[in-house]
């Protein structure tokens, strides 16, 4: 059984910098092509960054240079480096395969504002 749990997430001012974990059990994260996605309030949920095993990345035009996604294969943890954080990068944050194939976890909640 998969198990995703993301956490990290925070209110924070514009500017400033969050990372977001998620752990997996059940899976592999290193075999997998994997993806951090978020949902805005009223937005459905789009791909932010992917990683593939060999660890080539990937991100959105809206987050690159800003954004850094990375995994740790010996904590099988995926990683969400934020910075430069812009209040349109409100949302709730999941990771899960790319393309999607497994069910969601709860979450993480950022929220970027003054």
């Known amino acids: 059984q998969v198990q995703l749990v993301e956490s990290g997430g925070d209110l924070v001012q514009p500017g400033g910098s969050l990372t977001l974990s998620c752990a997996a059990s059940?899976?592999?994260?290193?075999?997998?092509?994997m993806g951090w996605y978020r949902q805005a309030p009223g937005k459905q949920r789009e791909l932010v960054a992917s990683?593939?095993?060999?660890?080539?990345?990937s991100h959105a035009d809206s987050v690159r240079g800003r954004f850094t996604i990375s995994r740790d294969n010996a904590k099988n943890t995926l990683y969400l480096q934020m910075n430069s954080l812009k209040p349109e990068d409100t949302a709730v944050y999941y990771c899960?395969?790319?393309?999607?194939?497994?069910?969601w976890g709860q979450g993480t909640q950022v929220t970027v504002s003054s």
């Open positions: 899960n395969r790319s393309p999607i194939s497994l069910s």
């Open positions: 059940g899976i592999t994260l290193r075999f997998a092509v």
């Open positions: 990683i593939t095993p060999g660890g080539s990345t």
